[in-house]
Protein backbone atom coordinates (compact mmCIF):
# COMPACT_ATOMS: atom_id res chain seq x y z
CA UNK A 1 0.00 0.00 0.00
CA UNK A 2 2.87 2.08 0.90
CA UNK A 3 4.23 1.52 -2.78
CA UNK A 4 1.03 2.34 -4.20
CA UNK A 5 0.87 6.13 -2.79
CA UNK A 6 4.49 6.46 -3.23
CA UNK A 7 4.65 6.18 -6.86
CA UNK A 8 1.19 7.89 -7.35
CA UNK A 9 3.21 10.59 -5.04
CA UNK A 10 6.24 10.46 -7.23
CA UNK A 11 4.07 11.42 -10.85
CA UNK A 12 1.59 13.83 -9.35
CA UNK A 13 4.99 15.33 -7.77
CA UNK A 14 6.30 15.78 -11.22
CA UNK A 15 3.03 17.53 -12.64
CA UNK A 16 2.27 19.84 -9.58
CA UNK A 17 5.73 21.20 -8.05
CA UNK A 18 3.59 25.61 -8.35
CA UNK A 19 0.43 23.64 -6.61
CA UNK A 20 -0.61 23.62 -2.90
CA UNK A 21 -3.84 22.23 -0.68
CA UNK A 22 -5.68 19.60 -2.16
CA UNK A 23 -6.36 19.31 -6.05
CA UNK A 24 -10.11 19.26 -6.37
CA UNK A 25 -10.42 17.52 -9.52
CA UNK A 26 -10.32 13.67 -9.47
CA UNK A 27 -7.46 12.46 -11.36
CA UNK A 28 -7.22 8.86 -12.86
CA UNK A 29 -4.55 5.91 -12.72
CA UNK A 30 -4.37 2.41 -13.94
CA UNK A 31 -2.60 0.19 -11.22
CA UNK A 32 -1.94 -3.00 -12.74
CA UNK A 33 -3.44 -6.88 -12.11
CA UNK A 34 0.04 -7.62 -10.48
CA UNK A 35 0.26 -4.95 -8.38
CA UNK A 36 -3.19 -5.37 -6.75
CA UNK A 37 -2.21 -9.31 -6.50
CA UNK A 38 0.84 -7.71 -4.76
CA UNK A 39 -0.67 -5.72 -2.61
CA UNK A 40 -3.18 -8.66 -1.30
CA UNK A 41 -0.68 -11.14 -0.35
CA UNK A 42 1.33 -8.16 1.74
CA UNK A 43 -1.52 -6.98 3.95
CA UNK A 44 -4.58 -10.28 3.39
CA UNK A 45 -3.04 -13.59 3.20
CA UNK A 46 0.27 -12.77 4.93
CA UNK A 47 -1.79 -11.54 8.05
CA UNK A 48 -4.34 -14.31 7.79
CA UNK A 49 -3.60 -17.61 9.04
CA UNK A 50 -6.42 -19.71 6.97
CA UNK A 51 -5.65 -18.14 3.78
CA UNK A 52 -2.58 -19.50 1.51
CA UNK A 53 -3.29 -17.31 -1.14
CA UNK A 54 -5.46 -14.64 -2.60
CA UNK A 55 -5.57 -13.60 -6.36
CA UNK A 56 -7.95 -12.16 -8.87
CA UNK A 57 -8.10 -12.17 -12.43
CA UNK A 58 -9.57 -8.70 -13.35
CA UNK A 59 -12.14 -8.08 -16.29
CA UNK A 60 -14.50 -5.21 -17.50
CA UNK A 61 -16.56 -4.18 -14.15
CA UNK A 62 -15.98 -7.42 -12.26
CA UNK A 63 -13.21 -9.95 -11.18
CA UNK A 64 -13.02 -13.27 -10.40
CA UNK A 65 -11.26 -14.01 -6.49
CA UNK A 66 -9.76 -16.96 -6.11
CA UNK A 67 -8.09 -18.34 -2.47
CA UNK A 68 -6.83 -21.07 -1.15
CA UNK A 69 -7.54 -22.28 2.19
CA UNK A 70 -6.55 -24.93 4.51
CA UNK A 71 -8.42 -25.04 8.00
CA UNK A 72 -9.55 -27.74 9.86
CA UNK A 73 -8.39 -30.79 7.61
CA UNK A 74 -10.11 -28.98 4.50
CA UNK A 75 -7.97 -27.68 1.81
CA UNK A 76 -9.51 -25.99 -1.25
CA UNK A 77 -9.35 -23.87 -4.27
CA UNK A 78 -12.19 -21.73 -4.68
CA UNK A 79 -12.98 -18.64 -7.05
CA UNK A 80 -15.83 -15.96 -6.52
CA UNK A 81 -16.59 -13.24 -9.19
CA UNK A 82 -17.41 -10.31 -8.16
CA UNK A 83 -18.41 -6.52 -8.79
CA UNK A 84 -16.46 -3.92 -6.95
CA UNK A 85 -19.47 -0.87 -5.82
CA UNK A 86 -16.81 1.11 -3.30
CA UNK A 87 -13.71 2.05 -2.56
CA UNK A 88 -12.55 4.26 -0.65
CA UNK A 89 -8.96 4.90 0.97
CA UNK A 90 -8.03 7.39 3.58
CA UNK A 91 -6.76 8.62 6.79
CA UNK A 92 -9.60 7.52 8.61
CA UNK A 93 -10.99 4.74 6.20
CA UNK A 94 -10.02 2.14 4.41
CA UNK A 95 -13.15 0.38 3.01
CA UNK A 96 -13.68 -1.58 -0.15
CA UNK A 97 -17.01 -3.47 -0.60
CA UNK A 98 -18.40 -6.10 -3.28
CA UNK A 99 -21.26 -7.71 -4.95
CA UNK A 100 -21.07 -11.28 -4.75
CA UNK A 101 -22.57 -12.46 -8.81
CA UNK A 102 -22.15 -15.93 -8.54
CA UNK A 103 -22.03 -18.83 -6.63
CA UNK A 104 -18.89 -20.20 -4.88
CA UNK A 105 -16.89 -22.45 -7.51
CA UNK A 106 -14.68 -25.44 -6.17
CA UNK A 107 -11.59 -25.82 -8.60
CA UNK A 108 -9.85 -28.38 -5.61
CA UNK A 109 -11.11 -29.82 -2.86
CA UNK A 110 -8.89 -31.94 -0.33
CA UNK A 111 -10.00 -33.96 2.76
CA UNK A 112 -8.70 -35.61 5.74
CA UNK A 113 -11.55 -37.67 6.41
CA UNK A 114 -14.50 -38.57 4.60
CA UNK A 115 -16.81 -37.29 7.46
CA UNK A 116 -14.99 -33.89 7.13
CA UNK A 117 -15.97 -34.26 2.76
CA UNK A 118 -19.61 -35.19 3.45
CA UNK A 119 -20.14 -32.55 5.83
CA UNK A 120 -17.97 -30.06 3.67
CA UNK A 121 -20.48 -31.18 0.17
CA UNK A 122 -23.43 -31.31 2.36
CA UNK A 123 -23.15 -27.65 3.41
CA UNK A 124 -22.76 -26.22 0.41
CA UNK A 125 -25.78 -28.19 -1.27
CA UNK A 126 -27.89 -26.68 1.87
CA UNK A 127 -26.54 -22.98 1.02
CA UNK A 128 -27.14 -23.40 -2.30
CA UNK A 129 -29.68 -25.09 -3.19
CA UNK A 130 -31.99 -25.25 -0.33
CA UNK A 131 -31.35 -21.85 1.49
CA UNK A 132 -30.56 -20.73 -2.16
CA UNK A 133 -27.30 -18.71 -0.41
CA UNK A 134 -24.04 -18.83 -0.96
CA UNK A 135 -21.87 -19.59 2.15
CA UNK A 136 -19.09 -17.72 1.03
CA UNK A 137 -20.24 -14.47 3.25
CA UNK A 138 -20.76 -15.93 5.85
CA UNK A 139 -17.61 -17.70 6.08
CA UNK A 140 -15.63 -14.98 5.62
CA UNK A 141 -17.35 -12.70 8.52
CA UNK A 142 -17.34 -15.90 10.62
CA UNK A 143 -13.27 -15.45 10.57
CA UNK A 144 -13.50 -12.04 10.78
CA UNK A 145 -12.49 -11.03 7.52
CA UNK A 146 -15.26 -9.24 5.79
CA UNK A 147 -18.57 -7.79 7.08
CA UNK A 148 -21.88 -8.81 5.60
CA UNK A 149 -24.07 -5.92 4.92
CA UNK A 150 -27.29 -6.38 3.08
CA UNK A 151 -25.92 -9.19 1.01
CA UNK A 152 -22.66 -7.06 0.42
CA UNK A 153 -18.71 -7.91 1.30
CA UNK A 154 -17.23 -5.27 3.06
CA UNK A 155 -13.68 -5.57 3.47
CA UNK A 156 -12.19 -2.98 5.82
CA UNK A 157 -8.61 -3.24 5.35
CA UNK A 158 -8.27 -0.73 8.76
CA UNK A 159 -7.63 -3.74 11.15
CA UNK A 160 -4.39 -3.95 9.28
CA UNK A 161 -2.99 -0.33 7.63
CA UNK A 162 -4.99 0.93 10.72
CA UNK A 163 -1.43 0.09 13.00
CA UNK A 164 1.22 1.48 10.74
CA UNK A 165 2.00 5.22 10.78
CA UNK A 166 3.42 4.81 7.61
CA UNK A 167 0.92 3.75 5.65
CA UNK A 168 -1.53 6.35 7.23
CA UNK A 169 1.13 8.85 6.25
CA UNK A 170 0.87 7.44 2.77
CA UNK A 171 -2.51 7.86 2.80
CA UNK A 172 -2.73 11.36 3.76
CA UNK A 173 -1.20 12.29 0.88
CA UNK A 174 -3.80 10.60 -1.77
CA UNK A 175 -7.50 10.31 -1.18
CA UNK A 176 -8.75 7.58 -2.88
CA UNK A 177 -12.49 7.97 -3.72
CA UNK A 178 -13.44 5.26 -5.75
CA UNK A 179 -12.45 2.65 -8.25
CA UNK A 180 -13.47 0.68 -11.65
CA UNK A 181 -12.39 -2.54 -12.62
CA UNK A 182 -10.92 -2.70 -16.72
CA UNK A 183 -8.83 -6.00 -18.09
CA UNK A 184 -6.16 -6.59 -16.23
CA UNK A 185 -6.32 -2.44 -14.50
CA UNK A 186 -7.73 -1.05 -11.43
CA UNK A 187 -8.97 2.46 -12.51
CA UNK A 188 -8.40 4.20 -9.22
CA UNK A 189 -9.89 7.70 -9.23
CA UNK A 190 -8.67 9.92 -6.13
CA UNK A 191 -7.46 13.35 -5.02
CA UNK A 192 -3.84 14.34 -3.84
CA UNK A 193 -2.84 16.25 -0.53
CA UNK A 194 0.07 18.26 -2.19
CA UNK A 195 1.25 19.59 0.84
CA UNK A 196 1.70 16.41 2.69
CA UNK A 197 2.53 15.32 -0.85
CA UNK A 198 5.83 16.91 -0.93
CA UNK A 199 6.97 16.42 2.51
CA UNK A 200 9.13 13.37 2.00
CA UNK A 201 9.06 10.77 4.50
CA UNK A 202 12.02 8.39 5.06
CA UNK A 203 9.72 5.29 3.84
CA UNK A 204 9.57 7.03 0.26
CA UNK A 205 12.52 5.58 -1.03
CA UNK A 206 12.28 2.11 0.55
CA UNK A 207 8.76 1.63 -0.70
CA UNK A 208 9.67 2.49 -4.00
CA UNK A 209 12.58 -0.13 -3.87
CA UNK A 210 9.72 -3.10 -2.41
CA UNK A 211 8.19 -2.42 -5.33
CA UNK A 212 7.30 -5.28 -7.65
CA UNK A 213 9.20 -5.24 -11.04
CA UNK A 214 5.89 -6.22 -13.13
CA UNK A 215 3.88 -4.11 -11.09
CA UNK A 216 2.98 -0.51 -12.50
CA UNK A 217 0.98 2.57 -12.07
CA UNK A 218 0.33 4.59 -14.94
CA UNK A 219 -1.14 8.29 -15.13
CA UNK A 220 -4.47 8.75 -16.79
CA UNK A 221 -6.18 11.60 -18.19
CA UNK A 222 -8.41 14.00 -15.73
CA UNK A 223 -11.62 12.27 -14.65
CA UNK A 224 -14.62 14.84 -15.58
Request: avoid cysteine; charge should be negative; glycine fraction near 2%.
Amino acid sequence: MQTLIANLSQYVRQIYQKTSGFIEEEREFAITEAFLNATFKRYVTDNVGLLKDLHADLHDDWMRLYATINIQGVYAVVYVDLHLLQMELNKKTQLLVFEQINDTQIVEAKFKSFFKKWAFHAALFFYQKILNQDPLGKILEHFEIVKVQDELLHLDLNRWLGKSESILEALNKVHVNHAVLREKKLMVLGNVNLEALFRRSPDFAREKEEMPIDATIEPQKTSK
